[in-house]
């Protein structure tokens, strides 16, 4: 066996070299390089790398650690072995969810990181890097119409971390003094529309409040919250003497592009305040993980629309803008650059209004709050994380810089110009029912019928009347066994990858409504493939009859 001197001068070749060491550093590179190189050739017209295959789980378990070291080559050849099965989120048959491929710069913001190891927890061990972090935020909140200068945010652990955080800050201004003293019997609310993202129920589980704190309002067809019904329950929770932590606005809700009224929302909560001269504001945060990206219009001009955008894509853009160009009204707001930044996994950021309400989360009080401006950049006193990584705040700031507002403007622009089509296509369809016909996304939501159903009247009976209850069921069923063919055939590499959800929203009687669901994240998407959506729908109806 070898002794350990020798094991050492075979480990530190598999370390960047601390000091140029030219061929060195080329075989560095070399070794990426071979890593991609091998991926690449898992490519093929499929909409996913190599085969499609079942992971077996089993297999983990008999997995132990080698007795012996390996080799870079070796141990590369194993990394990219598991990305065999991956769909190809960037691939034009590829409209699965609201996962966006990741633009070149994004993977350097992800690589150049993890070569040199900065970590945000304090200044010392990131600097620059501390920097990037700085300004995607103030870019980013210029963009959604806060004031840099007053307004503070840091990077998270996704979207659920920036819902943990609106939350936590909402308790601890509804209930001061529960950093230091906890909940002590007290249990402030937090109310959403249903369509709010689950991790709203997830931060308030993990916060000690109960998912039970959660008070949902119901929401409109098109999928935003009814504001009159949030403005009765507020009233009444306020009358029992209900304290409200949090009031959570989403701006893009997760299956349809809904968007709530946030104005409404704000002038709602203020107006209550003084109703009932609360001595707390209770924190109205804006879950805009999705939306945030449409901040790109607030100072497009429309009527000049230099990007040449069809009449169509204009109208849904603009509908878009008329809500999230409210988003500044928001105590605070979450973003994921992973989802519509064009930035990897995980790239996600909350902001405040204030950066002083950041002070509130601090360990220690009785310093001064951590602006921007004061030089003095501690995120890692307030921040839950103690390590956190430089990959969230290089990869969106790789992303912020190569696009610029047009192009951002052009990618969403573009994806919305395909959902119009295939909106188009599917409207068209005798036995296909547009379920988010009135939301401004890339998302669309479908319902599949067999033949002999009215597609003019049967949606709306199944979803108000409940004497349809059982047709409901059976069309639930009808539009599974469409997907599953649909899906299979994606497989081969011949139809399109679409999803589906269980329930994207309730009918009126309380029974969930499946909808097939396409999801248009690709910047490759074209007229052709929002075609085949369609034929590959009519081979299934056609195997389902
Ligand atoms: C995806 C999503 C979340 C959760 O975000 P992650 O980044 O997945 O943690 C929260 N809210 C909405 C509206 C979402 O779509």
Not at 169 to 181: F, H, N, R, S
Not at 422 to 447: C, E, K, Q, W, Y
Request: hydrophobic share 40%.
């Amino acid at each position: 066996m070898a002794g350990y001197r020798d094991n050492l001068d075979v480990l530190r070749r598999a370390f960047p070299q601390p000091i140029s060491d030219q061929e060195h550093d080329a075989w560095f590179v070399f070794s990426v390089l071979r890593a991609l190189d091998r991926v690449d050739s898992m490519k093929s017209q499929r909409p996913m790398l190599g085969e499609p295959r079942e992971v077996d789980f089993a297999q983990a378990t008999k997995a132990r650690m080698a007795e012996d070291m390996s080799s870079v080559e070796a141990v590369s050849r194993e990394l990219v072995d598991h990305l065999a099965g991956m769909f190809i989120w960037g691939h034009p048959r590829s409209q699965v969810n609201v996962i966006n491929p990741s633009c070149i710069p994004g993977i350097l913001g992800t690589l150049l990181p993890a070569i040199y190891n900065p970590n945000l927890c304090s200044e010392e061990a990131s600097r620059g890097v501390a920097f990037a972090e700085a300004e995607a935020i103030s870019m980013t909140a210029a963009l959604m119409g806060y004031d840099p200068d007053r307004s503070g945010g840091i990077f998270t652990f996704g979207g659920t971390g920036t819902l943990l955080y609106a939350i936590r800050l909402g308790i601890e201004k509804a209930v001061p003094g529960t950093m230091q003293d906890g909940l002590r019997g007290e249990q402030p609310l937090v109310v959403c529309s249903e369509q709010a993202h689950y991790a709203t129920k997830t931060a308030a589980s993990w916060l000690g409040l109960g998912a039970s704190s959660v008070v949902k309002i119901p929401s409109a067809p098109n999928n935003e919250i009814r504001t009159c019904l949030l403005e009765s329950e507020l009233r009444r929770l306020l009358k029992e003497g209900k304290k409200i932590a949090c009031i959570v606005a989403t701006m893009g809700t997760t299956d349809a592009f809904g968007l709530d009224n946030l104005e409404q929302m704000h002038q709602l909560r203020d107006d209550l305040v003084r109703e009932f001269s609360l001595d707390y504001v209770p924190h109205l945060h804006a879950d805009a993980v999705i939306g945030w990206a449409w901040s790109v219009f607030r100072d497009y001009d429309f009527t000049q629309n230099a990007l040449q955008f069809p009449d169509r894509t204009l109208r849904a853009l603009a509908g878009a803008n008329r809500r999230i160009r409210h988003l500044h009204l928001a105590d605070s707001i979450g973003v994921d650059y992973h989802k519509t930044g064009f930035a990897p996994y995980i790239s996600s950021a909350f902001f405040v209004k204030s950066a002083e309400d950041l002070k509130m989360l601090s360990r220690d009080q009785s310093t001064t709050p951590y602006l921007f401006q004061s030089g003095d950049y501690n995120p890692g006193r307030f921040t839950l994380e103690t390590s956190r990584s430089g990959c969230g705040p290089m990869s969106a700031l790789g992303s912020l810089l190569l696009l610029g507002k047009n192009g951002l403007r052009t990618l969403l622009g573009h994806l919305v110009t395909m959902a119009e089509t295939l909106r188009n296509r599917l409207t068209a369809h005798p036995a296909i029912s547009v379920m988010n016909a009135d939301n401004f996304g890339p998302v669309t939501l479908f319902r599949v019928y067999p033949d002999n159903v009215d597609t003019f009247e049967f949606p709306k009976l199944e979803q108000t009347n409940a004497n349809y209850a059982a047709q409901l069921k059976e069309y639930n069923e009808y539009n599974r066994k469409v997907f599953r063919i649909v899906h299979a055939e994606a497989l081969k590499g011949e139809g399109i990858v679409i999803s589906m959800t269980d329930r994207f929203r309730e009918t009126e009687y309380g029974h969930p409504v499946v909808a097939l669901k396409s999801y248009i994240m690709s910047p490759f998407s074209d007229q052709q493939y929002v075609q085949s959506v369609v034929e590959s729908i009519d081979r299934a109806r056609r195997q389902v009859q």
